[in-house]
């Protein structure tokens, strides 16, 4: 499986944009890009997935480059509910999701 | 709507005492189930994985087992519990059928073993 980069930690500031960034230079053309998120103590909660076209949900937005090796979750107004442990994810289908230690996001009040 | 539980949500046992985790899904047919284990401070290990009853797939050789008697039924054993058993067990689901499917996870139990 593709192995992903992520930043060890960021904060944002209540009420912004959050910008979450994923290397997965090494992404497959059948592997999808998943976040997922993990507030403490509780289980991961799936946030959003995209193969190649940027995609958008209730919770977040995925913006995939053209060249498939980065990306990035946008949250678009922070709150302090968000604040966790994110990852992001390549998943070719192997029923094997491999979980590194993420990027752990801060809201500041 | 899917749901997905387990418990107990938290155990405390002894070095050699038995384990028994249960996990059930609601509100969907044929799932493939996932054991996952989260040490303190690290990411998510495979586990087992099953796509079918009695249909069982090991990711890493250790003193677990897994078991899945019902559909929507998935049971995580040890006959003997060691030290480097504790740790955040995480049960989840995704919809049948291969692929790359969103997995879903529950709310996981908080092992310590003493």
């Known amino acids: 499986d593709a192995k992903t980069t992520q930043p060890p930690s960021m904060d944002c500031a209540e009420g912004r944009a959050a910008n979450l960034p994923c290397n997965h230079s090494?992404?497959?053309?059948?592997?999808?890009v998943y976040w997922y998120r993990q507030i403490h103590s509780q289980g991961p909660q799936y946030i959003i997935h995209?193969?190649?076209n940027n995609e958008t949900n209730e919770m977040a937005s995925l913006i995939i480059t053209e060249d498939r090796k980065s990306s990035t979750l946008i949250l678009p107004h922070a709150t302090l509910r968000d604040t966790a442990v994110y990852y992001c994810?390549?998943?070719?289908?192997?029923?094997?999701?491999?979980f590194g230690t993420g990027t752990r996001l801060t809201v500041i009040p | 709507s899917q749901t997905i539980h387990q418990w107990p949500a938290t155990l405390v046992q002894p070095v050699g005492s038995p384990l028994s985790l249960e996990c059930t899904v609601e509100?969907?047919?044929?799932?493939?189930l996932y054991w996952y284990r989260q040490a303190a401070g690290r990411g998510l290990q495979l586990l087992f994985y099953?796509?079918?009853?009695?249909?069982i797939s090991s990711e890493v050789p250790q003193n677990l087992s897994a078991s899945r008697p019902q559909d929507r039924q998935f049971i995580l054993s040890s006959k003997k519990l060691l030290l480097s058993d504790s740790g955040f067990y995480l049960c989840?689901?995704?919809?049948?059928?291969?692929?790359?499917?969103?997995?879903?996870f529950g709310p996981g139990t908080r092992l310590t073993v003493l």
């Open positions: 995209g193969l190649k």
């Open positions: 989840a689901w995704s919809a049948y059928g291969g692929g790359t499917d969103t997995q879903y």
């Open positions: 509100g969907t047919s044929n799932p493939n």
């Open positions: 099953s796509v079918g009853i009695g249909q």
């Open positions: 994810i390549v998943d070719g289908g192997a029923n094997n999701l491999f």
């Open positions: 090494t992404i497959s053309g059948n592997e999808y």
